[in-house]
């Protein structure tokens, strides 16, 4: 199989107003693709129609090669998730919270709980009641309950919201031992971008309800046409630095954070940069470069959209 899941052409009006339109993208197996987007960008609704929660407009999607116009139950038997934080019962044990949704799909195993509950390290404590769990144990008992049919894909639609630090590496952690070891692919949706970045193998930015670029995070960060990057100076003397950069090129904006000076150049004016301080008898104590970030690349493709949709 090479795409678990793809959307064709998708497109979606709410009385007269386009919300999405006209996207495509398509997941491999065991890949982790992020979702991106500013608020009311589309993200949500495109994952409403994707798990069958609104009706698609125009175009089709498919999960595991099933039309889920035309044949959605097969289609959604290969889908699990997560939409923020799993409801529980909470004067339950875990354990019997995954008994409970296991009967409701038929064909689970005693096997597959116990797989389930050890793939999300709740072994010491799944025979405890859910209301004792920390916000963390709930989304791995989520976590485990969207796995318990074995699904090919696994939808979250801001999964860490509410989690602590130690939390989301827990839920980080767990997304990427199942896509290495069970080769499920994983659509995410998530504001936390410093964590997208250290989860994802690719982006899917949609803005204005439009698929704006999809890229690998290398790609992303370093396909940058303008050729600008930023960087840290630290000197002897802050004036005499600043005056010969001016002189270098009078329109980089320089700034001035502990004793340091920040600004951005491109590559050709550094080097003039470097040799002119030198020359000048300017001390040089360290030039670096300041690496992009995913936030960094992600805020100048939207730039924040004035199209807020829902």
Partial sequence: MSTVLELKNVSKTIGKKKIIDNISFSIKPGEIFGFLGPNGAGKTTTIKMITGLINIGEGDIFICGKNIKEDFESAMSNVGGIIENPEMYGYMSGRKNLKIYARMHGNISENRIDEVIKMVKLEN???EKVKRYSL?????LGLAQAMLHNPKLLILDEPTNGLDPMGIKELRDNLRNLAETEGVSVLVSSHLLSEMELMCDRFGIIDGGKIIDIKTLNELIHDDKSNINNYILDVNNLDDAIEIIKNINKNIDIKIENMKLHFSCTRSDSGKI?????????LVYEMSLVAKSLEDEFLKITKGSKNQIV
């Fill in 274 to 282: 470097i040799s002119e301080l030198v020359l000048n008898n300017v």
């Fill in 136 to 140: 963390g144990m709930r989304q791995r």
């Fill in 125 to 127: 404590r799944i025979d």
